[in-house]
């Protein structure tokens, strides 16, 4: 457990540092001072500056402010997850200084505040990129074994089984690994499917494989309403693999997948805000950081090629989330520079910080109805892996 926490900490360190690294690079480039870039979350142990003269001087302790600082004070602090900046001028202050935020043109502020989305994004790609040049677990299709660099542990599992169905009754599980049907191997899903067309009414023994264990089950395929009027099994079958690509290759099959995952991504949460204004309902599958803890631990359990998978998810989860249009999210705050730009002049900074306040307080509702769920539903197993029950 202790293992599961450690990870958990860093990959959400990880996550979240990136994203603010994006706001802290984009916003020195376009000449926005940031006064402080936090790894961790304050209070502050100990940080450094330079000095006028280009000498770094130490800081200890929270007392000192990171403004009266000639240039960033990089910092260490107490909460070890992820990190922070702090810009200069983003709650509205120093109207009148040429590196503040707040003179900088609209195009300017948007482009520091989708900066940090943008590093999450590039943090998937790069991950996807190295898991995929190394060799990453993968759903295959015929057509996608060409160019690649090597192919490794190739199976065909079962990833779907019909309710009633001939697997259901002959004991096939989600997960199972199909190795042969009648003492025959098979490598594809056409074969099987080929094979299992002729076996109508038919015994047919399929030896299968389940975590580290070997098992042959008797499966009489039928034909289904759905089978088009072919005897089957009822199961849906995915071919998988390990498989690596040459160099270009992984950076394209890392950038064609990162964009795939934000189209499927963003579509879940479509669904998940229309569930919440016409339900009233918070989706099962939302999970908070409990959750996240829970699934770490389960993914670390399968390898550290799918740790790094779960971070490229956390993180294009996490670059979505802030690009939303709401309140003291990152698209909340884009969306008051685009006002900004088309009126010519910034809403009552008065009113703008309170409409971020609100929209502060509903997230952190929201994370707790989430943590609470999480709680029902792992709470339970959470304390018999910390006590060791």
Known sequence: MLLTIIIFFLVLGLVVLVHEAGHFFVARILGVKVEEFGFGFPPRLVGFYKNEENKIKWVWGAKFAAEAAPHTVYSLNKIPIGGFVKI????????SDKDSFITKKPWQKAAVLTAGVLGNFLL???????????GLPTALDDKQTQHLKEIKNSAIQVVSINVNSPAETAGIKIGD??????????????????????????????RVKRSDDFLNLEVVPTVLESSNGKAVMGVGLVHTATISYGLWGAIWQGLTNTF??????????????????TTGQVSADLSGPVGILMMTGQVTQLGWIYVLQFVALLSINLGIINILPFPALDGGRIVFVIIEKIRGRGIDRKIENIIHTVGYVCLLVLIVMVTYRDVARWGGVLINKIFNL
């Open 88 to 95: 200069k001028g983003e709650d509205g202050s120093y109207e």
């Open 124 to 134: 998937c790609v790069v991950l996807f990129s190295i898991g995929f040049y190394i």
């Open 177 to 206: 690994v199909i190795l042969a049907l009648d003492d025959k191997d098979v490598q594809e899903v056409k074969a099987i499917q080929d094979y299992t067309a002729q076996k109508n009414n038919l015994i047919v023994n399929v």
């Open 260 to 277: 795939s995952l934000i189209g499927a991504i963003c579509w879940a949460f479509f669904e998940l805000i229309k569930n919440i204004f």
